[in-house]
């Protein structure tokens, strides 16, 4: 099952990326659900907080849902670049780190529109599919 989301780019688009998803991940697990929240809400804050998007722009989720796990994109109309940047320590600062370790793959499309996307698998654990 495909869900698309676009959001307002502010600071209150992480939660309401989150609440959009409740009720629709339980059948991954509670591991790989809690996960799943964590990274795609640490995505779309740096996207938010380090994409230089427009006050106007929009934040697109896109969440693929399938028997064996699930696929998230987080598009920002800007570049992804700042995200490729793994040496920067700004407030928080562990965001490519979450997605090494609690993804089953990721990888980033600087664009413009920048795409930071992952995928978190219901079967096996972090870090087994690259």
Do not use: C
């Not at 499309?109 to 795409?115: A, C, E, L, T, V």
Request: proline share 7%; net charge negative; no cysteine.
């Amino acid at each position: 099952m495909l869900y698309e989301f676009s959001f307002p780019a502010t600071e209150k688009t992480p939660r309401l990326a989150r609440r959009a998803l409740d009720g629709q991940l339980a059948y991954l697990g509670p591991d790989a659900e809690g996960r799943m929240r964590l990274v795609m809400s640490e995505i779309v804050t740096n996207a938010i907080r380090h994409g230089h998007v427009d006050p106007d722009g929009q934040i697109h989720v896109n969440v693929d849902l399938t028997d064996a796990g699930a696929r998230v994109e987080v598009r920002q109309p800007t570049t992804a670049d700042a995200a490729m940047r793994t040496g920067q320590r700004d407030e928080g600062g562990f965001g490519l780190q979450l997605l090494d370790r609690l993804t089953d793959a990721w990888g980033i499309d600087p664009g413009p529109p920048g795409i930071v996307w992952f995928e978190i698998s219901t079967t096996g654990k972090p870090g087994e599919v690259r």
